[in-house]
C-alpha cells in the first residue's frame, strides 16, 4: 500500500506546539494563539481522513480514547482547567461523523451526536465535533466544508465572544495543499506525540517557575 505524504499532520503537531507554548509561557502574546488557531483544522481534517480510510474504525477509535485517557492528567496540569482534552473531541467528531456515513438511521444518532457535544465538557465542544464533520465533506462537497466552516466561525464567535477562532479558517488552503517535500510519521506517532509534548512543557514551566 501506497504511504500517504503526512506533511499536513507534522505541521499541524508544529503548530499545536507553538500555540501551548504560547497558552504556557506567554499567555498574554496573542500571536501565539492566532498562529494556533492554524492547528485544529489540520487535525480535524486528519480524522476525517481517518475514518475514511481506516480498516477498523473501532480500534481506530481504541487508540484515540486510550490517548485521550492518558493525557487528561497532563492536560489538566498544563492547562489548570478540568476540561476533557480535545483527543476526546476528536473521538466525538469521528463517531458522528462515521454515523453520518452509514445510513439514513444512524443519521440520526448523527445528529444526536452533534447535539450532545454542546453539553460536552470537552475542549472545542460542540465547535470542535462540527469542524471534523464539515471536513468530512472535504473531499466530496468543499463548497459545504468551506462555507459551512465560515458559518461555523460566525456563530462560534457569536455564542462565545472568541472571535480570534475565526482566525482557523486561513487553514482550509493547507487541507488540500499537494505538498512537495514528503513527511512519513511512525504509525502511532501522534498518540504518542500528545501526551509527551505536554509532558515536557509541564516540565520546562515546573524548572522555570
Known sequence: MERRNQMA???AAVLMVIDHIGAIFFPSQIIFRLIGRLSFPLFAYGIAQGVTYTSNFWRYMFRILLAAVISQPIYRMAFHHTDLNP???LCFGAVALWLWRKGEK????A????IFSIWSKSSYSWYGVATIFLYGFYDCAIG???YGQ???????GYFTGIWVQGFSLF??????KVWKRMVYLPKYFFYVFYPLHLLILVAIRGVLY
Open 9 to 11: 499532520a507534522a505541521l
Open 87 to 89: 483527543l476526546f473531541t
Open 106 to 109: 444512524e443519521r440520526l444518532l
Open 111 to 114: 445528529g444526536a451526536f452533534l
Open 144 to 146: 459545504i466544508s468551506f
Open 150 to 156: 465560515a458559518i461555523l466561525q460566525v456563530a462560534y
Open 171 to 176: 487553514a482550509f488552503p493547507l487541507v488540500g
